[in-house]
């Protein structure tokens, strides 16, 4: 089991998984918004979609679990 973490403090614009979707290293999961800047979130681990932990609008902080992958 692995995370995928928030690289930096800002909110959730857009996810681009579901829960059940396999994914590869790299995929683009989670577009954040930060300082009027989109930032992609890219998976650092391959595996399926256990667990999304954010919502789209949610304010996150640095470190924060985005996603957890079985």
């Known amino acids: ?8 403090a800002g909110n959730i614009w857009k996810i681009n998984v579901q829960v059940g979707q396999e994914i590869n290293f790299g995929d683009e999961v989670i577009i954040m918004e930060s300082m009027k800047m ?7 681990d391959a595996g399926i979609v256990k ?4 919502a789209e609008n949610d304010n ?3 470190g924060h679990v985005l996603i957890i992958l079985e």
């Open 60 to 62: 996150v902080d640095d």
């Open 1 to 8: 089991m692995s995370e995928i973490k928030a690289p930096m």
């Open 38 to 44: 989109e930032i992609p979130v890219e998976a650092d």
């Open 51 to 54: 667990e999304i932990k954010v």
